[in-house]
Protein backbone atom coordinates (compact mmCIF):
# COMPACT_ATOMS: atom_id res chain seq x y z
CA UNK A 1 0.00 0.00 0.00
CA UNK A 2 3.00 2.48 0.98
CA UNK A 3 4.49 1.50 -2.10
CA UNK A 4 1.55 2.46 -4.69
CA UNK A 5 0.65 5.44 -2.83
CA UNK A 6 4.38 6.47 -3.74
CA UNK A 7 4.12 5.51 -6.43
CA UNK A 8 0.90 7.04 -7.25
CA UNK A 9 3.27 10.63 -6.00
CA UNK A 10 5.95 9.59 -8.14
CA UNK A 11 4.42 9.03 -11.39
CA UNK A 12 1.08 11.39 -10.86
CA UNK A 13 2.20 13.43 -14.45
CA UNK A 14 1.62 10.13 -16.09
CA UNK A 15 -2.30 10.38 -14.97
CA UNK A 16 -5.04 12.62 -16.75
CA UNK A 17 -5.39 15.77 -14.02
CA UNK A 18 -9.11 14.65 -13.51
CA UNK A 19 -10.95 12.19 -15.06
CA UNK A 20 -15.22 11.78 -14.97
CA UNK A 21 -16.06 8.76 -12.13
CA UNK A 22 -17.80 6.15 -14.65
CA UNK A 23 -21.26 5.13 -13.77
CA UNK A 24 -20.68 1.16 -12.44
CA UNK A 25 -17.91 2.77 -10.21
CA UNK A 26 -20.25 5.34 -9.04
CA UNK A 27 -22.73 3.03 -8.35
CA UNK A 28 -20.23 0.30 -6.59
CA UNK A 29 -20.67 3.23 -3.76
CA UNK A 30 -24.32 2.30 -3.11
CA UNK A 31 -23.27 -1.24 -1.43
CA UNK A 32 -25.19 -2.22 1.24
CA UNK A 33 -23.24 -2.62 4.89
CA UNK A 34 -19.85 -4.79 4.94
CA UNK A 35 -21.38 -7.16 7.56
CA UNK A 36 -18.93 -10.04 6.62
CA UNK A 37 -15.09 -9.45 6.56
CA UNK A 38 -13.06 -8.86 3.13
CA UNK A 39 -9.56 -9.70 2.58
CA UNK A 40 -7.01 -5.82 3.48
CA UNK A 41 -5.77 -7.18 -0.10
CA UNK A 42 -9.19 -7.14 -1.72
CA UNK A 43 -10.12 -3.94 -0.06
CA UNK A 44 -7.03 -2.42 -1.34
CA UNK A 45 -7.69 -3.60 -4.62
CA UNK A 46 -10.63 -1.96 -4.50
CA UNK A 47 -9.34 1.24 -3.49
CA UNK A 48 -6.83 1.08 -6.30
CA UNK A 49 -9.52 0.71 -9.03
CA UNK A 50 -12.46 2.92 -7.48
CA UNK A 51 -10.82 5.24 -5.80
CA UNK A 52 -7.69 6.58 -6.44
CA UNK A 53 -8.19 6.99 -10.31
CA UNK A 54 -11.30 9.51 -9.79
CA UNK A 55 -9.65 12.26 -7.27
CA UNK A 56 -9.68 15.95 -7.48
CA UNK A 57 -6.29 15.69 -8.64
CA UNK A 58 -4.35 18.39 -7.16
CA UNK A 59 -1.55 16.50 -6.39
CA UNK A 60 -1.01 16.76 -10.34
CA UNK A 61 0.78 19.91 -11.65
CA UNK A 62 -1.69 20.20 -14.00
CA UNK A 63 -4.51 20.90 -11.61
CA UNK A 64 -4.87 24.76 -11.25
CA UNK A 65 -8.48 24.80 -9.98
CA UNK A 66 -9.37 26.98 -6.46
CA UNK A 67 -6.60 27.28 -4.42
CA UNK A 68 -5.49 23.38 -3.81
CA UNK A 69 -2.21 22.51 -2.04
CA UNK A 70 -0.59 19.59 -3.92
CA UNK A 71 0.79 17.96 -0.41
CA UNK A 72 4.31 15.66 -0.29
CA UNK A 73 5.54 12.49 0.09
CA UNK A 74 6.98 13.90 3.68
CA UNK A 75 3.34 14.90 4.69
CA UNK A 76 2.33 11.09 3.70
CA UNK A 77 4.67 9.40 6.01
CA UNK A 78 3.73 11.97 8.96
CA UNK A 79 0.06 11.24 8.20
CA UNK A 80 1.08 7.06 8.44
CA UNK A 81 2.74 7.67 11.59
CA UNK A 82 0.17 10.10 13.18
CA UNK A 83 -2.62 7.59 12.30
CA UNK A 84 -0.52 4.62 13.80
CA UNK A 85 -0.13 6.79 17.25
CA UNK A 86 -3.56 7.62 17.36
CA UNK A 87 -3.23 10.11 19.42
CA UNK A 88 -6.16 12.32 20.76
CA UNK A 89 -4.96 16.20 21.16
CA UNK A 90 -8.01 17.26 22.50
CA UNK A 91 -5.90 17.43 25.73
CA UNK A 92 -4.08 15.76 28.54
CA UNK A 93 0.00 15.69 29.41
CA UNK A 94 1.99 13.75 26.05
CA UNK A 95 4.56 14.91 23.54
CA UNK A 96 2.05 15.33 20.00
CA UNK A 97 0.26 18.50 22.55
CA UNK A 98 3.78 19.48 23.05
CA UNK A 99 4.63 19.10 19.10
CA UNK A 100 1.42 21.62 18.75
CA UNK A 101 2.35 23.90 20.87
CA UNK A 102 5.71 24.05 19.11
CA UNK A 103 3.79 24.85 15.80
CA UNK A 104 2.10 27.69 17.78
CA UNK A 105 5.40 29.22 18.86
CA UNK A 106 6.91 28.85 15.44
CA UNK A 107 3.52 30.67 13.68
CA UNK A 108 4.33 33.69 17.00
CA UNK A 109 7.54 34.14 15.35
CA UNK A 110 7.19 33.80 11.77
CA UNK A 111 4.34 36.52 12.06
CA UNK A 112 5.67 38.78 15.40
CA UNK A 113 2.95 37.74 17.77
CA UNK A 114 3.57 37.90 21.45
CA UNK A 115 4.01 35.17 24.02
CA UNK A 116 0.40 35.54 25.24
CA UNK A 117 -1.50 34.89 22.36
CA UNK A 118 -2.60 31.51 21.60
CA UNK A 119 -2.90 29.02 18.34
CA UNK A 120 -4.56 26.33 17.38
CA UNK A 121 -4.69 23.56 14.10
CA UNK A 122 -8.05 23.69 12.86
CA UNK A 123 -9.72 22.32 10.00
CA UNK A 124 -9.45 24.99 7.96
CA UNK A 125 -9.81 28.80 7.51
CA UNK A 126 -13.19 28.50 7.44
CA UNK A 127 -13.21 27.21 11.15
CA UNK A 128 -10.10 29.83 11.79
CA UNK A 129 -12.69 32.57 10.71
CA UNK A 130 -15.52 31.17 12.93
CA UNK A 131 -13.70 31.16 15.65
CA UNK A 132 -11.58 34.59 15.45
CA UNK A 133 -15.01 35.91 15.18
CA UNK A 134 -16.27 34.19 18.20
CA UNK A 135 -13.55 35.62 20.20
CA UNK A 136 -13.99 39.06 19.08
CA UNK A 137 -17.66 38.79 19.56
CA UNK A 138 -17.21 38.30 23.12
CA UNK A 139 -14.56 40.96 23.19
CA UNK A 140 -17.31 43.30 22.24
CA UNK A 141 -20.26 41.74 23.83
CA UNK A 142 -18.43 40.48 26.95
CA UNK A 143 -18.14 36.94 28.30
CA UNK A 144 -21.64 36.26 29.80
CA UNK A 145 -23.15 36.51 26.35
CA UNK A 146 -21.75 32.71 26.16
CA UNK A 147 -24.33 32.10 29.33
CA UNK A 148 -26.90 34.48 28.16
CA UNK A 149 -26.79 34.57 23.73
CA UNK A 150 -26.58 37.84 21.57
CA UNK A 151 -30.66 38.10 21.81
CA UNK A 152 -29.65 38.93 25.57
CA UNK A 153 -27.85 42.20 24.44
CA UNK A 154 -29.74 45.29 22.63
CA UNK A 155 -26.20 46.18 21.12
CA UNK A 156 -26.46 45.54 17.58
CA UNK A 157 -22.98 44.88 16.38
CA UNK A 158 -21.95 45.35 12.74
CA UNK A 159 -18.45 43.75 11.00
CA UNK A 160 -16.40 45.35 7.84
CA UNK A 161 -14.68 43.41 5.02
CA UNK A 162 -14.35 43.61 1.05
CA UNK A 163 -16.43 42.75 -1.76
CA UNK A 164 -13.62 40.12 -2.21
CA UNK A 165 -13.54 38.45 0.73
CA UNK A 166 -14.15 35.43 1.40
CA UNK A 167 -17.64 33.75 2.14
CA UNK A 168 -16.73 31.55 4.97
CA UNK A 169 -16.10 35.12 6.78
CA UNK A 170 -20.32 35.83 5.94
CA UNK A 171 -20.98 32.38 7.60
CA UNK A 172 -19.12 32.98 10.67
CA UNK A 173 -20.98 36.22 12.02
CA UNK A 174 -24.21 34.09 10.55
CA UNK A 175 -22.96 30.99 13.34
CA UNK A 176 -21.87 33.31 15.86
CA UNK A 177 -25.41 34.79 16.12
CA UNK A 178 -24.86 37.88 14.77
CA UNK A 179 -26.51 37.41 11.51
CA UNK A 180 -24.32 37.61 8.21
CA UNK A 181 -26.24 40.66 7.50
CA UNK A 182 -23.93 41.85 9.70
CA UNK A 183 -21.13 41.82 8.16
CA UNK A 184 -20.74 44.78 5.77
CA UNK A 185 -19.31 44.61 2.45
CA UNK A 186 -16.78 47.00 1.20
CA UNK A 187 -16.11 48.15 -2.23
CA UNK A 188 -12.33 47.58 -3.78
CA UNK A 189 -10.05 49.56 -5.67
CA UNK A 190 -9.10 48.27 -9.43
CA UNK A 191 -6.41 46.11 -7.71
CA UNK A 192 -9.45 44.48 -5.90
CA UNK A 193 -7.67 46.23 -2.00
CA UNK A 194 -10.43 47.04 0.31
CA UNK A 195 -11.43 50.89 -0.09
CA UNK A 196 -9.87 52.77 3.31
CA UNK A 197 -12.58 56.02 2.31
CA UNK A 198 -15.18 53.64 2.17
CA UNK A 199 -15.08 51.89 4.76
CA UNK A 200 -15.01 54.95 7.09
CA UNK A 201 -18.21 56.68 5.29
CA UNK A 202 -20.11 53.12 5.93
CA UNK A 203 -18.66 52.55 9.82
CA UNK A 204 -19.95 56.66 10.14
CA UNK A 205 -23.49 56.07 8.86
CA UNK A 206 -23.64 52.63 10.66
CA UNK A 207 -22.70 54.94 14.02
CA UNK A 208 -25.30 57.05 12.94
CA UNK A 209 -28.16 54.01 12.58
CA UNK A 210 -27.49 53.13 16.20
CA UNK A 211 -25.25 49.85 14.85
CA UNK A 212 -21.85 49.32 17.31
CA UNK A 213 -19.19 48.47 14.43
CA UNK A 214 -16.73 46.13 16.09
CA UNK A 215 -14.25 44.32 13.93
CA UNK A 216 -12.94 44.90 10.41
CA UNK A 217 -11.30 41.88 8.43
CA UNK A 218 -8.88 42.56 6.02
CA UNK A 219 -7.60 39.76 3.59
CA UNK A 220 -4.35 38.51 2.25
CA UNK A 221 -4.73 36.96 -0.68
CA UNK A 222 -8.22 36.96 -1.98
CA UNK A 223 -9.53 33.99 -3.44
CA UNK A 224 -10.76 35.52 -6.79
CA UNK A 225 -7.19 37.41 -7.70
CA UNK A 226 -5.30 37.11 -4.72
CA UNK A 227 -5.33 40.88 -3.67
CA UNK A 228 -3.89 42.01 -1.01
CA UNK A 229 -5.45 44.47 1.40
CA UNK A 230 -3.50 47.59 2.22
CA UNK A 231 -3.07 45.48 6.04
CA UNK A 232 -1.04 48.12 7.77
CA UNK A 233 -3.41 50.79 7.07
CA UNK A 234 -5.63 48.86 7.95
CA UNK A 235 -4.24 48.04 11.39
CA UNK A 236 -3.98 51.82 11.89
CA UNK A 237 -7.31 52.69 11.69
CA UNK A 238 -8.57 49.79 13.77
CA UNK A 239 -6.50 50.84 16.44
CA UNK A 240 -7.78 54.49 16.31
CA UNK A 241 -10.91 53.28 16.06
CA UNK A 242 -10.70 50.86 18.92
CA UNK A 243 -12.16 48.02 16.39
CA UNK A 244 -11.17 44.18 16.35
CA UNK A 245 -8.64 43.75 13.46
CA UNK A 246 -8.95 40.49 11.72
CA UNK A 247 -6.86 38.73 9.35
CA UNK A 248 -8.15 36.03 6.68
CA UNK A 249 -4.90 35.00 5.23
CA UNK A 250 -5.95 31.40 3.86
CA UNK A 251 -3.39 31.22 1.56
CA UNK A 252 -1.79 34.40 1.87
CA UNK A 253 -0.28 34.63 4.92
CA UNK A 254 2.28 32.24 4.71
CA UNK A 255 3.57 34.29 1.46
CA UNK A 256 5.46 35.61 4.77
CA UNK A 257 8.25 33.16 3.68
CA UNK A 258 8.93 34.20 0.36
CA UNK A 259 10.56 37.56 0.54
CA UNK A 260 9.36 39.06 -2.43
CA UNK A 261 5.29 38.47 -1.08
CA UNK A 262 6.37 39.25 2.82
CA UNK A 263 7.44 42.76 2.12
CA UNK A 264 2.92 42.81 0.75
CA UNK A 265 2.32 41.79 4.48
CA UNK A 266 3.25 44.41 6.05
CA UNK A 267 0.87 44.92 8.99
CA UNK A 268 -0.28 41.41 9.53
CA UNK A 269 1.80 41.23 13.10
CA UNK A 270 -0.43 43.78 13.93
CA UNK A 271 -3.90 41.77 13.85
CA UNK A 272 -5.94 40.80 17.22
CA UNK A 273 -6.85 37.60 15.18
CA UNK A 274 -4.54 35.41 12.23
CA UNK A 275 -6.57 32.87 10.08
CA UNK A 276 -4.75 30.69 7.56
CA UNK A 277 -3.66 27.55 5.91
CA UNK A 278 -1.08 25.16 6.05
CA UNK A 279 -2.66 22.79 3.61
CA UNK A 280 -2.27 25.36 0.47
CA UNK A 281 0.79 27.33 -0.19
CA UNK A 282 2.43 25.41 2.59
CA UNK A 283 1.82 21.95 0.93
CA UNK A 284 0.96 19.78 4.13
CA UNK A 285 -1.93 17.42 3.52
CA UNK A 286 -5.27 18.33 3.85
CA UNK A 287 -6.67 19.27 6.37
CA UNK A 288 -4.28 21.73 8.30
CA UNK A 289 -5.51 25.76 8.87
CA UNK A 290 -4.66 27.24 11.88
CA UNK A 291 -6.02 30.46 14.00
CA UNK A 292 -3.76 32.81 15.73
CA UNK A 293 -5.56 34.78 18.66
CA UNK A 294 -2.95 37.98 19.90
CA UNK A 295 -5.38 37.66 23.59
CA UNK A 296 -4.48 33.85 24.12
CA UNK A 297 -6.81 34.37 27.61
CA UNK A 298 -10.18 35.18 26.03
CA UNK A 299 -9.67 33.28 23.34
CA UNK A 300 -9.60 30.31 26.29
CA UNK A 301 -12.58 32.62 28.36
CA UNK A 302 -14.43 31.70 25.05
CA UNK A 303 -14.18 27.83 24.95
CA UNK A 304 -13.44 26.69 28.17
CA UNK A 305 -15.88 24.89 30.25
CA UNK A 306 -15.62 22.65 33.46
CA UNK A 307 -16.63 19.05 33.18
CA UNK A 308 -15.74 16.68 36.09
CA UNK A 309 -14.65 14.14 33.34
CA UNK A 310 -11.93 16.48 32.35
CA UNK A 311 -10.47 17.37 35.54
CA UNK A 312 -7.19 18.85 35.59
CA UNK A 313 -4.25 17.96 37.93
CA UNK A 314 -1.03 19.11 38.58
CA UNK A 315 0.39 15.58 37.55
CA UNK A 316 -0.22 12.73 35.94
CA UNK A 317 -1.54 11.88 32.38
CA UNK A 318 -4.35 15.02 33.53
CA UNK A 319 -2.04 17.70 33.94
CA UNK A 320 -0.84 20.65 31.53
CA UNK A 321 -3.56 22.08 31.10
CA UNK A 322 -5.22 24.68 29.64
CA UNK A 323 -5.71 21.95 26.76
CA UNK A 324 -6.43 22.04 23.32
CA UNK A 325 -10.10 21.78 24.12
CA UNK A 326 -10.07 24.85 26.40
CA UNK A 327 -9.68 26.85 22.87
CA UNK A 328 -12.19 25.14 20.08
CA UNK A 329 -15.57 23.18 19.98
CA UNK A 330 -13.82 20.13 18.94
CA UNK A 331 -12.83 18.05 22.24
CA UNK A 332 -11.36 14.82 20.30
CA UNK A 333 -8.68 16.34 17.54
CA UNK A 334 -6.18 14.26 15.89
CA UNK A 335 -2.38 14.60 15.61
CA UNK A 336 -2.79 17.38 13.02
CA UNK A 337 0.32 19.47 13.72
CA UNK A 338 2.69 15.93 13.42
CA UNK A 339 2.41 16.60 9.41
CA UNK A 340 2.82 20.38 9.71
CA UNK A 341 6.01 19.59 12.05
CA UNK A 342 7.29 16.83 9.14
CA UNK A 343 7.29 19.53 6.76
CA UNK A 344 8.56 22.30 8.04
CA UNK A 345 11.37 20.40 9.48
CA UNK A 346 12.53 18.29 6.38
CA UNK A 347 11.94 20.97 3.80
CA UNK A 348 12.43 23.63 5.79
CA UNK A 349 10.92 27.19 5.16
CA UNK A 350 13.76 28.49 3.38
CA UNK A 351 12.50 25.90 0.30
CA UNK A 352 8.44 26.40 1.17
CA UNK A 353 9.35 29.98 0.70
CA UNK A 354 11.14 29.72 -2.75
CA UNK A 355 8.39 27.31 -3.83
CA UNK A 356 5.41 30.06 -3.41
CA UNK A 357 7.80 32.70 -4.84
CA UNK A 358 7.93 30.36 -7.69
CA UNK A 359 4.90 29.54 -8.05
CA UNK A 360 3.97 33.53 -8.26
CA UNK A 361 6.80 34.07 -10.72
CA UNK A 362 4.97 31.44 -13.19
CA UNK A 363 1.77 33.22 -12.45
CA UNK A 364 3.82 36.16 -13.99
CA UNK A 365 4.98 33.92 -17.36
CA UNK A 366 1.55 32.93 -17.39
CA UNK A 367 0.02 36.17 -17.71
CA UNK A 368 3.15 37.28 -19.80
CA UNK A 369 2.13 34.77 -22.55
CA UNK A 370 -1.33 35.55 -22.26
CA UNK A 371 -0.34 39.59 -23.04
CA UNK A 372 1.24 37.58 -26.25
CA UNK A 373 -1.70 35.84 -27.30
CA UNK A 374 -4.35 38.07 -29.48
CA UNK A 375 -6.85 35.27 -28.57
CA UNK A 376 -6.71 35.74 -25.24
CA UNK A 377 -7.49 38.42 -22.21
CA UNK A 378 -6.04 38.84 -19.33
CA UNK A 379 -9.02 40.02 -17.00
CA UNK A 380 -7.53 41.24 -13.92
CA UNK A 381 -3.83 41.84 -12.34
CA UNK A 382 -1.99 39.40 -11.02
CA UNK A 383 -0.27 40.15 -7.69
CA UNK A 384 0.43 36.86 -6.05
CA UNK A 385 0.14 33.19 -7.97
CA UNK A 386 -3.62 33.63 -9.62
CA UNK A 387 -4.47 34.45 -13.48
CA UNK A 388 -7.36 35.25 -14.30
CA UNK A 389 -8.10 35.22 -18.37
CA UNK A 390 -10.64 34.34 -21.03
CA UNK A 391 -10.94 33.14 -24.61
CA UNK A 392 -12.42 35.83 -26.58
CA UNK A 393 -15.92 35.54 -28.65
CA UNK A 394 -18.54 36.51 -29.13
CA UNK A 395 -20.64 35.45 -26.35
CA UNK A 396 -17.51 35.04 -23.97
CA UNK A 397 -19.10 33.88 -20.76
CA UNK A 398 -21.47 30.38 -22.20
CA UNK A 399 -17.47 29.85 -24.37
CA UNK A 400 -15.23 29.67 -21.06
CA UNK A 401 -17.75 28.35 -19.07
CA UNK A 402 -17.44 25.06 -21.74
CA UNK A 403 -13.93 25.94 -22.51
CA UNK A 404 -13.46 25.59 -18.57
CA UNK A 405 -15.25 21.72 -18.34
CA UNK A 406 -13.27 20.80 -21.69
CA UNK A 407 -10.19 21.23 -20.17
CA UNK A 408 -10.99 19.36 -17.12
CA UNK A 409 -12.61 16.99 -19.12
CA UNK A 410 -9.37 16.14 -21.28
CA UNK A 411 -7.45 15.51 -18.48
CA UNK A 412 -5.17 17.90 -19.65
CA UNK A 413 -5.44 21.04 -17.27
CA UNK A 414 -7.81 21.30 -14.37
CA UNK A 415 -8.48 25.58 -13.69
CA UNK A 416 -11.36 26.93 -12.44
CA UNK A 417 -14.25 29.70 -12.66
CA UNK A 418 -14.67 32.92 -11.54
CA UNK A 419 -16.64 36.20 -11.76
CA UNK A 420 -14.69 39.30 -12.71
CA UNK A 421 -16.89 42.47 -12.65
CA UNK A 422 -19.45 39.56 -13.95
CA UNK A 423 -17.56 38.54 -16.56
CA UNK A 424 -16.76 34.82 -16.23
CA UNK A 425 -13.10 34.04 -16.20
CA UNK A 426 -11.15 30.98 -16.48
CA UNK A 427 -9.06 31.08 -13.07
CA UNK A 428 -5.40 29.25 -12.98
CA UNK A 429 -4.52 29.50 -9.15
CA UNK A 430 -0.71 27.89 -8.77
CA UNK A 431 -0.03 26.22 -5.61
CA UNK A 432 1.38 23.20 -6.61
CA UNK A 433 4.69 22.73 -6.03
CA UNK A 434 5.38 20.38 -8.93
CA UNK A 435 3.40 22.83 -11.45
CA UNK A 436 6.46 23.79 -13.93
CA UNK A 437 6.12 26.11 -17.69
CA UNK A 438 5.27 23.16 -19.78
CA UNK A 439 2.14 22.68 -17.44
CA UNK A 440 0.71 26.31 -18.05
CA UNK A 441 2.20 26.23 -21.91
CA UNK A 442 -0.36 22.91 -21.98
CA UNK A 443 -3.20 24.71 -20.34
CA UNK A 444 -2.89 27.53 -23.21
CA UNK A 445 -2.69 25.35 -26.11
CA UNK A 446 -5.52 23.04 -25.04
CA UNK A 447 -7.60 26.45 -24.13
CA UNK A 448 -6.66 27.68 -27.76
CA UNK A 449 -7.50 24.08 -29.55
CA UNK A 450 -11.41 24.12 -27.74
CA UNK A 451 -11.63 27.79 -27.63
CA UNK A 452 -10.88 27.72 -31.73
CA UNK A 453 -13.43 24.39 -31.77
CA UNK A 454 -16.14 26.39 -30.29
CA UNK A 455 -15.95 29.36 -32.17
CA UNK A 456 -15.44 27.98 -35.09
CA UNK A 457 -18.90 25.40 -35.05
CA UNK A 458 -20.41 28.64 -34.14
CA UNK A 459 -19.04 30.80 -37.08
CA UNK A 460 -20.23 27.40 -39.03
CA UNK A 461 -23.48 27.64 -38.11
CA UNK A 462 -24.12 31.57 -38.46
CA UNK A 463 -22.65 31.11 -42.30
CA UNK A 464 -25.08 28.08 -42.76
CA UNK A 465 -28.22 30.41 -41.33
CA UNK A 466 -27.06 33.04 -43.65
CA UNK A 467 -27.19 30.97 -46.65
CA UNK A 468 -30.34 29.16 -46.29
CA UNK A 469 -32.29 32.43 -45.52
C1 LIG B 1 -9.57 28.80 1.00
C2 LIG B 1 -9.94 30.07 1.65
C3 LIG B 1 -10.75 30.09 2.80
C4 LIG B 1 -11.36 28.85 3.37
O1 LIG B 1 -10.37 28.02 3.87
P1 LIG B 1 -10.64 26.45 4.06
O2 LIG B 1 -9.32 25.94 4.50
O3 LIG B 1 -11.08 25.93 2.73
O4 LIG B 1 -11.70 26.32 5.09
C5 LIG B 1 -11.00 31.31 3.40
N1 LIG B 1 -10.50 32.45 2.89
C6 LIG B 1 -9.75 32.48 1.77
C7 LIG B 1 -9.21 33.78 1.27
C8 LIG B 1 -9.43 31.28 1.11
O5 LIG B 1 -8.67 31.30 0.00
Redesign the pocket.
Given at each position: MLDDILDYQQHIQERPVWQPMLAEVREGFAHNLPLTPATLEQVHDEFMRKILPYTTGNVHPGFLGW?HGGGTPVGLLAEMLAAGLNANLGGRDHAPIEVEKQITRWMRELFGFPGTSSGLLV?????A?FIAVLVARNWALGLHTRRCGVASNPTRLTAYASTAA?G?LRRAFDFCGLGSDSLRLVPVDADHRIKLDELRSLIAQDCLSGYMPFLVAG?A???DIGAIDDLDELAGFCRAESLWFHV?G??GALGILAPAVAHKLQGIGLADSLAF?F??WGQVPY?A?FVLIRDGELHRKSFAALQSYLERETRGLAAGSPWPCDFSPDLSRGFRALKVWFTFKVYGLDALGRTIARTCELAEYLKQRIAQTPELELLAPVPLNIVCFRYRAANPDRVNAEIAIQLQESGIAAPSTTRIRGDLAIRAAITNHRTSAADLDRLLEATLAFGRKLTWNRQQTELLEACVE
Open positions: VTGTSMNHSTGTVDAFDHKDG
